[in-house]
């Protein structure tokens, strides 16, 4: 049975990493990257959120800008409306 980390290949007597256990993608979009600041931002615009929680991907930013626009002042429609022209 092989660990999901690593595995002993009795062939070559040494350890070895599998490839597909770490193809992760590791990139972050921008637009979600600047979604999740203006989150910790302007926390008031999101008291229903647990703290942990995180900003995906793209599907999560309409409901950033929503609740930026709601519940929001001045300041937060703005960068809602920023927000609005990268989608």
Same mark, same amino acid.
């Given at each position: 049975?092989? $660990?999901? %980390?690593?595995?002993? $290949?009795? $062939? &070559?007597? #040494? %350890?070895?990493?599998?490839?597909?256990?770490? @193809?992760? !993608?590791? @990139? *972050? /979009?921008? %637009? *979600?990257?600047?979604?999740?600041?203006? +989150? &910790?931002?302007? #926390?008031?615009?999101?008291?229903?959120?647990?703290? /942990?929680? #995180? +900003?995906? !991907?793209? /599907? /999560?930013?309409? %409901? +950033?800008?929503?609740?930026? &626009?709601?519940?929001?002042? #001045?300041?937060?429609? &703005?960068?809602?409306?920023?927000?609005?022209?990268?989608?």
């Amino acid at each position: 049975m092989r $660990s999901p %980390l690593f595995y002993f $290949s009795f $062939s &070559r007597m #040494k %350890l070895e990493e599998p490839a597909a256990a770490y @193809t992760v !993608n590791q @990139t *972050v /979009d921008p %637009l *979600v990257a600047r979604a999740e600041a203006l +989150v &910790r931002e302007f #926390k008031e615009c999101f008291w229903f959120r647990h703290p /942990d929680a #995180k +900003v995906r !991907n793209r /599907d /999560d930013v309409p %409901l +950033v800008i929503k609740h930026l &626009r709601e519940y929001g002042d #001045k300041r937060a429609w &703005r960068a809602a409306q920023e927000l609005r022209k990268c989608l």
